[in-house]
C-alpha cells in the first residue's frame, strides 16, 4: 500500500517563480475576455508589473537559504538568487523589445501569403499572446537553475522551451523562415530532450537517485556502475548544451536567430543561457565535482572548439543577426570555462559574466530592431555601412556594445573575461587560457569590422534608415548601455554582491 | 572634493575629461569655442604638468605623488597611481606636446568625417588615458588604460585621417589588440601566481617579488606576453608593419601623438614591467632582444632612405629610434637606462617637429610626396629652417637635444654589448642619409613647378613650432635638469636587475 506524503513547500521562497505563472495565468485570461483594443496596453502592464513583483519578492527573500523550498526538489540558495535576479532584469528589459509589435505578425493562424494574412495586417491586428509566453518560458527558466532533481529540471526545461518554439515562429517579415527556424528549433531541441531524459535514466540507473545530493552521495560512495554515471553525464550534458549553443549542438542558433523576430531572439539569446548555464553549473557543482575526471577533458575540449569556431565561422557572416549568434556561440565557450573551472571564483565569474552579457545582448538586439527600411528590419551587414553618418547615437551604442563582446577595458565584458579565464587557470587550464585569449582576438577582428563598416564607410542610398525609437526600445537600449559601461568601470558592488552570496547549497 | 587634498596626476588626468563634458554642450557649428575649450583644458593640464615636474624631489626614492584606492578589491585591484622620474619625464612630454598637436593642428579637424567636437572629445580623453597609462602603479589598472587608449586613436586615425585610413586604423587596432590579449593572458597568469603565493594584488611594487617564486619557463611564458604587446607598441622588428600605414593616414597632430607618446607607452612599459617584474626572464631574453633592435635601427633606417612619402619616412625613422631606445633599455646600464628614458623624451619632441612642419608642408601642397617638393628655402624660409632643425635632431647632432641621449645609449650598450654597439652606430650614418637626402630635395636646388606660390608659416603655426624648437635645442646645450629626474630612477632599475655597470677597462700598454 502505497501511503501519500503530502508535499512541504515553502511558498515565500517559491513566490518568485510562483508570481510570474500567476501573472502568465492572468495574461492567458485577458486574451480570452478582453476586448481586442484593450490587450496591448493592458498585457504589458501586467507582464511588467509581474515581473517587478517577483523581483521584489526575490529580493525579499534573497537570504532565506533552504534546500527544501519543494521537497528536495527545488533549492534556494545564493547562486540561485543571483541567477533568477539576472533572468529577471533581463526579462525586464527585454519586455519593452515585446511591446513594439512592429516585429511580430499580425495574425500567427493564418497562412504566410493567404487572404487571412492580409486581412489581419489590413485590420492592424496585434498579437498579444506573446507576453503571457514570455511570462511562460520566464517562469521555466526561473525554475531551472534552482531544480535539485531531475525530473523537476526537466520539467522546467520543457517550460522554458516550449513558449520560446512558439515565440520563435511569429516573425511578421519572412514568416516562412521564421517558422522553419521555429520548427528548426523544436526538432532539434525535442531530440536533445530525449538525450536529457536518456540521461536522467541512467543517472537514475547509477544512483538509485534523481536528486542532485542522491547523485552527489553516489558518486562519492563510488559504489555504482561507472559507466552509467559517464553516459548520464554524458547524455545529459546533450541536453545543456544544445540549450547554450555550444559546438556540436550549435546548428540551431544561427537560424534560429535569424529567424525570430528580434525582440524574441533578444529575450532568448540572453536569458536562456543565464537558465541553462545556472542550472549546468549547479549540476556539475553539486553532483558531478567529485568526479570531475569523468566529464571535464571532454568538457574542456568542447569549450574549445566552442570559442575558436564560433569566433572563426562569425567572420564570415553578412547579416548581423546570424554574426551575433556565432559570437553568442564563442561566449558560451568562454562561459563552459566557468564550469570547467569548478572552484568558487569561476562560479562568481561565470554568474558576473551572464549577467553582463545578457544585458548587453538585449541592448545589441534592441538596436537591431531599429535599423530597418520599408520591408522590415534590415540585417545584411552590407546596408548597415554607413550607420554612424545617419544616426550617430544608434551606431556609437552599438559600438559600444560591440566593444563589451569584444572584451574591451571600461566595459563590462572585459571584467567578465578576465575573472572567468583566471578562474579557468586557477583550476589549472592552461590551454583555455590561451585558447580564450587568441580566439578573443580573432572574435575582435567581426565586431571591429562592423564598427568600420558602421563608422568609415559611406551609407548606401538604398532607403535604409533607422526609425525614431520608440520610448519602450529607448529605455532598453539606455538601460543596457548604463549597465555594461556601469559594470566595466566600476563593478566592484556587483563583483562584491557575488562573492558574498553565489554558492551551492547541496 | 578638496582641491587641496587632491593628487596631482588624478586632477591631470581629471581635467580633460572634464573639458570634455564642458564640450559635449558646445553647439556642433561652433567650431571655434570647441578649439578654445580644448586648447585651454590642454594648456591647463600642461601647467598642472609642469607643477609636478617642480615639485618633484629628486633625491627621493619610489614612487611620488601616490594615490592608492580600492577599486575592485575582489581581484585586489587598485586604482593606484605615482610615479618614479621615468615616468614623470613621459607624462611631461605627453602634457606638453598635447596643446602644441592643438594648436597645429588648428584646422586639421575640419576634414574629418565628423565634426571638430568629436575630434576634440576623442583628443582629450585619449589625454586623460595617456597620463593615465603612465600614472599606474597597478598593473589592471595599466593594462585598462593600455587598451582602452586604443579606441579614442582608432576613431582619430579612422575618422581624421587620409587616405585609406579605415584599413590604417583597423590595422593598428587588430595588432595593438592581439598584443594586448597577449599580455591579458600574462596579467591572467600575474594574478593568479600572486594568489597562489601570498595575497592577491597587482601592485608593482609587491609584484616585483613574485619572480622569486616563479619557475623560469613560467617567468619567460609571462615576460613574453608582456614582451611582445610592447614590442608592438614601440614597434621592433619584424611587429612594425602597422605603423607606417597609421602614419601616415592619420593628421599630423595624431601622428606626433601615436609616435610621441602611444608607441612609447611600449618602451616605458619593457622599462616597468618587463625589467622589474620578470628579471630572469629579461636577462633570457636579452640577447635576443638587443639583436631585434640592432635590426629594427638598420631596417628602419634603410626602408626610410627608400622611403618616397614624407609621412611614411618619418615613421620609418621613428622604427630605427626605437631599436635605439630599445637597445638602451636592455644593455641594462645606468647610462644606457638614462639614455633611453631621455631619448624617449626627446624622440617625442624631435618627431613632433618633423611631423608638425611636415603637416604644414603637405597642408600647402596637397601632397606628401618627396620629390612633388623642392626649393623651399627660398620660397618659405622659416618652414624649411624647422624642417631642417627638426631633421638634424632626427639624426642627433651635436647641440640637439636627441645627441645627448643617443650617444649614452650608444656608450651604455657599448660597456656590455660592444659589438652591438658597433653595428648600431651605423644607423647614425645611415640617419645622415635619410634626412639629408629628403633636406637636401624638398628645400634646397631651384624651386620646381607647383612649389612657387607656397606661403610661409602663420603666426599660429609659429607659435605651435617655436616650444618645440626651442626645447630641442636648449635640452641638446643642458640636458642636466631632465637627467637629474631621470638618473635615480634609471639606477634604481638598473641595480633592481643585479647589474652594476661595468668597471671601465684598460689593456696595459707598455711601460
Known sequence: MITFISPTLDYALLAPILIVLGGALIGVLIEAFAPRSARGSSQLFITLATLVLSLASLIRVRSGASTTAAMESVTFDGAGVLLQGSILIIAIISVFLLADQESFTALAAALPGSDEERTSLQQDLKLTEVYPLALFAVAGMLLFPVSTDLITLFVALEMLSLPLYLLAGLSRRRRLMSQESALKYFLLGAFSSAFFLMGIAYLYGYSAAVTFSGIHAAVIGGAGNGVYLLLGIAFLSVGLLFKVGAVPFHAWSPDVYQGAPTAVTAFMAAATKVAAFGAMLRIFYVSFAEAYWQWRPALIVIALITMVFGSLVAIAQRDVKRMLAYSSIAHAGFLLSGVIALNKSGLDASIFYLFAYGVATVGAFAIVTLVRDAAGEVTDLNRWSGLGKRSPWVATAFAGFLLAFAGIPLTSGFIGKFSIFSAAYESGSTAILITGVLSSAIAAFFYIRVIVLMFFKDPVEDGTSVVIPSVYTQITIAISAVVTFALGIYPTPLINLIQSTAQFLR | ?????????????????????????????????????????????????????????????????????????????????????????????????????????????????????????????????????????????????????????????????????????????????????????????????????????????????????????????????????????????????????????????????????????????????????????????????????????????????????????IAYTSISHFGFITMGIFAMTSQGMSGATLYMFNHGFSTAALFLVAGFMISRRKSSTISDFGGLQRITPIMAWSFFIAGMSSLALPGLSSFVSEFLVLVGTFTRYPVAAVIATFGIVLAALYILIPVQRALHGPTTPGNENLTDLTLREKIAIAPVISLIVILGFYPSPLLNIINPAAATVVSQQGFSDPAPTMSEGKK
Open chain 2, 1 to 313: 572634493m578638496n582641491l587641496n587634498n587632491m593628487n596631482l596626476l588624478t586632477l591631470s588626468m581629471l581635467l580633460p575629461l572634464l573639458g570634455t563634458a564642458a564640450l559635449a554642450f558646445v553647439p556642433k557649428t561652433n567650431a571655434l569655442l570647441t578649439k578654445q575649450i580644448a586648447l585651454a583644458t590642454t594648456v591647463l593640464v600642461a601647467v598642472v604638468g609642469i607643477a609636478m615636474t617642480v615639485s618633484f624631489d629628486i633625491g627621493a626614492t619610489g614612487f611620488q605623488f601616490v594615490e592608492s584606492r580600492e577599486w575592485i578589491p575582489a581581484f585586489g585591484i587598485k586604482y593606484a597611481l605615482g610615479v618614479d622620474g621615468i615616468a614623470l619625464v613621459l607624462i611631461l612630454m605627453s602634457v606638453l606636446l598635447t596643446p602644441i598637436v592643438v594648436i597645429a593642428g588648428w584646422n586639421e579637424s575640419e576634414g574629418g568625417r565628423w565634426s571638430p567636437k568629436v575630434f576634440y572629445s576623442l583628443l582629450l580623453v585619449l589625454e586623460t588615458m595617456m597620463i593615465g597609462v603612465f600614472a599606474s602603479t597597478d598593473v589592471f589598472l595599466f593594462y585598462v588604460f593600455f587598451e582602452a587608449m586604443l579606441v579614442p586613436v582608432y576613431f582619430l586615425i579612422g575618422g581624421f585621417g587620409s587616405g585609406d585610413r579605415a584599413a590604417a586604423a583597423v590595422k593598428f587596432l587588430l595588432y595593438s589588440l592581439f598584443g594586448g590579449l597577449l599580455m591579458l593572458a600574462s596579467i591572467v597568469g600575474i594574478f593568479v601566481m600572486s594568489t597562489r603565493y601570498g595575497n592577491r594584488t597587482f601592485d608593482i611594487t609587491a609584484l616585483s617579488g613574485l619572480h622569486t617564486v616563479l619557475t623560469p619557463m613560467m617567468e619567460n611564458v609571462l615576460f613574453l606576453g608582456f614582451f611582445i604587446a610592447f614590442a608592438i607598441k614601440a614597434p621592433l622588428w619584424p611587429l612594425h608593419t602597422w605603423l607606417p600605414d597609421a602614419a601616415k593616414s592619420a593628421t599630423p597632430g595624431t601622428s606626433v601623438l601615436l609616435l610621441g607618446v602611444l608607441d612609447k607607452v611600449g618602451t616605458f612599459g619593457m622599462i616597468r614591467y618587463c625589467l622589474t617584474l620578470f628579471p630572469e626572464a629579461s636577462k633570457t631574453f636579452t640577447p635576443m632582444i638587443i639583436t631585434l633592435a640592432v635590426i629594427s635601427i638598420l631596417y628602419g633606417a634603410f626602408l626610410a632612405i627608400g622611403a618616397k612619402d614624407i609621412k611614411r619616412l
